[in-house]
């Protein structure tokens, strides 16, 4: 499966310099991508309106949905609902810890909930890596909320913003990563 529809899937846009900060890759290969899925069809650039950015197209998400469906056999299926399920453990205090920082302004606050969500972040971590042994992209989650927890303390930005690589869009992508392999959705599990 192509890295960059996968990111896309979970971004539902994205400039290609944000997609090489989610995939871990070089801007030129993103770009490089991006292209070859431009030609196929796969994939557009908006390149006016408030958000900027390459999207699916229809026959892009498609191609994600088939090889959604080549990627659950059941041996994954059940190694990433074991994983999922110390995953989902941790997604209602996250949201919690969210939705508090929005409302609170004092720095001791915000550095107690900065030490809340880096504590969770070392809880899930070695499922999410046991996850990505199963499919590899998992293995970068930890990575990007460990990365988004260090630059936290300075730029505040690292923990709710969407227009960084912040620990909440991290956190809901994974999510959605899992939510999609397992063919669930927040409806079902009530996880909004």
Excluded at 27 to 48: F, I, K, M
């Amino acid at each position: 499966m192509s890295t960059v529809l996968q990111a896309l899937r979970l971004k539902g846009r994205a400039t290609a310099g944000e997609l090489a900060i989610s995939m871990g890759s070089s801007l030129s290969e993103v770009e490089q991508e991006l292209e070859t899925l431009a030609q196929d069809h796969l994939v557009v650039e908006r390149t006016t309106g408030k958000r900027p950015g390459w999207m699916l197209t229809g026959e892009g998400r498609e191609r994600y949905d088939a090889s959604l469906v080549e990627l659950r056999t059941p041996e994954v299926i059940e190694r990433l609902s074991e994983t999922y399920g110390e995953f989902l453990h941790h997604n209602a205090p996250v949201k919690e810890l969210c939705a508090r920082w929005q409302s609170v302004s004092e720095d001791a606050d915000r550095f107690e909930i900065i030490d809340e969500l880096a504590e969770i972040q070392e809880k899930v971590g070695p499922s999410l890596l046991s996850a990505g042994e199963v499919i590899s992209r998992f293995g970068a989650y930890p990575h990007r909320l460990t990365a988004a927890m260090l630059k936290a303390s300075d730029d505040h930005r690292f923990v709710v913003s969407p227009t960084v690589d912040s620990f909440h869009t991290v956190w809901f992508e994974c999510h959605e990563d899992y939510l999609l392999m397992l063919d669930r959705s927040r409806e079902q599990e009530g996880s909004w």
